[in-house]
């Protein structure tokens, strides 16, 4: 199995400019060694927040070259396992996050992880891993890591986790794929601008599909399908991940999207990613039990 450190390369932007570090053949599985989202500056609550470099966030390991991905492809990511350190690090201040209004200096803390809970003063709090900045090179200009849109990034999506899948429309020869900024816990809406950022490492498998195509990511689990959607506003990012998997799910079924709109309305999920980044990001969730029931298979 490959094996990549961030001393190979890490980007601060996907960008479809940037010279990959490593080219693997689709099929493959990689495990990739990342930094916390602040680069591993912050390792002591005595380390002043205003004195790191805050030019280095969000770096993500790579970007990795997969071999025959061409634009128009979607590029599968299998989230085979997730370690991650044995200490965290969240951070508020002036500016950031929803109560950014009312804070008037930055603040750190520095969290143990041990015997699968985060330890917040006298709190445990149960570890749920999760992958914050995770893409492909965008269409167009580069986009910082701290920014998520179709092409995934910033995204900060609790459900990107351990025995997940990710769908990624590819905009650029060799998708050019990165990930980091991983999480030992992470609410809904990450409302403090951070979760419990730490370091550490993933395994996933990454192959190639031909023959359809994406407008943004989607995530598939045990239990359902989800179209991810970032734009300027959640209204806007919820509304149109609800319209994508409606109008994907009434093409694959031949059903009226009349009744397709019921169906969702029904059983459909809308829920926040977060509300804190550049742009806000939501996910549409479907159960698969409705999809087998009307015999809807998005990606064979």
């Not at 044995?86 to 951070?91: H, K, T």
Request: glycine content about 10%; proline content about 5%; charged content about 20%.
């Amino acid at each position: 199995m490959t094996k990549v450190g961030y001393r190979e390369g890490i980007i601060y932007d996907f960008n479809k400019t940037h010279e990959p570090i490593r080219k693997i053949p689709a099929g493959s599985t990689v495990t990739i060694q990342t930094y916390d989202c602040f680069q591993n500056q912050l390792q002591s609550e005595q380390t002043e927040v205003t004195a790191i470099d805050w030019n280095k966030i969000n770096p993500a390991t790579g970007p990795l070259y997969i071999e025959g991905a061409e634009p128009g492809d979607i590029l599968k990511v299998k989230i085979e396992k997730i370690d991650i350190g044995d200490q965290g690090v969240m951070v508020v201040g002036p500016e950031l996050g929803v109560m950014g209004h009312a804070l008037s200096k930055m603040e750190s803390k520095i969290l143990p992880i041990r015997d699968g809970h985060v330890h917040f003063n006298d709190l445990q709090i149960p570890v749920n891993k999760m992958i914050g900045v995770i893409g492909v090179a965008p269409e167009g200009e580069g986009v910082n890591c701290g920014t998520p849109g179709a092409h995934g990034g910033n995204m900060d999506n609790k459900m990107v986790t351990e025995g997940a899948t990710l769908y990624f429309p590819v905009f650029a020869e060799g998708a050019l794929f990165a990930l980091g900024d991983l999480h030992a816990a992470m609410g809904d809406g990450e409302v403090s601008v951070s979760g419990v950022e730490v370091e550490g490492e993933v395994t996933v498998t990454l192959d190639v599909i031909k023959g359809t195509s994406l407008r943004h990511p989607m995530l598939e689990n045990d239990e359902a399908f989800t179209q991810i959607v970032s734009a300027p506003t959640l209204d806007e990012a919820a509304k149109t991940a609800a319209v994508e998997m409606i109008e994907r799910i009434a093409e694959k079924s031949g059903m009226p999207v009349s009744e397709v709109t019921m169906l969702m309305s029904a059983v459909g999920q809308s829920e926040i990613c977060q509300i804190v980044d550049p742009l806000m990001t939501a996910r549409f969730v479907v159960p698969k039990w409705l999809l087998e029931k009307l015999d809807v298979s998005f990606f064979e």
